[in-house]
């Protein structure tokens, strides 16, 4: 059995009203970079709901009677006017919200005396294209534990949690200092939550 035209018109006005917002949404984000305020899903969810309410009441203040005589009270017009109301669909669902997705990045960055960072925290500042070096930490319960910072070491990026692993450790004094590089080590990890100082020192010519 085919689906009834008011169906059809309850399906259309749903994607009306979500769709706008997440392509704002999604644009946005992807343009700008991961925001740290923004991170919980709930948080970005509102986001997208609150433009397409707003590009939605745009869209009913400027155009509501020509789209009306577009589509029909009973989508009718869309068999009459199939290829129009494609195109009205595309620009109104993609176009413009794209559209309003640029504009606000490029204001905010215009607001802001510096371009804006994709980098979104201090901690992959630290450690993106970091080159070879050693790092030292000194953990919450006050003991010092450092190693090589090389090739074979990783460290995480946001959103994920903070993670490091050093591709080789290193014996340490009580005051921080290195000792000498522990026999036979594979690798050190640390987990920022338990990390209470961290310092990167410049490397020297050879990789350890």
Not at 47 to 64: E, F, K, M, N, Q
């Amino acid at each position: 059995m085919g689906q009834t035209p008011s169906t059809i018109i309850q399906i259309a006005l749903l994607i009306l009203f979500v769709l706008p917002g997440i392509v704002y949404q999604f644009l946005r984000e992807r343009w700008r970079g991961p925001v740290p305020g923004e991170r919980e899903i709930g948080e970005r969810v509102l986001r997208a709901v609150t433009a397409s309410v707003v590009l939605d009441l745009l869209y009913v203040i400027a155009l509501g009677p020509q789209l009306i005589r577009l589509y029909g009270t009973n989508g009718d017009g869309l068999a009459k006017n199939a290829r129009l109301a494609g195109a009205a669909a595309l620009v109104l669902l993609f176009v413009i919200p794209a559209a309003a997705a640029a504009l606000t990045s490029w204001l905010r960055r215009r607001r802001l005396r510096s371009r804006y960072r994709t980098t979104p925290t201090a901690w992959d500042h630290a450690f993106r294209d970091r080159k070879p070096s050693f790092v030292r930490v000194r953990l919450s319960d006050g003991t010092w534990v450092g190693g090589w910072y090389g090739t074979q070491s990783f460290a995480s990026s946001y959103p994920n949690p903070r993670e490091l692993y050093l591709q080789s450790a290193w014996r340490m004094r009580t005051d921080g200092g290195f000792v000498e590089r522990v026999d036979h080590t594979d690798g050190l990890y640390l987990r920022a939550d338990s990390v209470e100082v961290l310092e990167i020192l410049e490397s020297p010519d050879q990789e350890r």
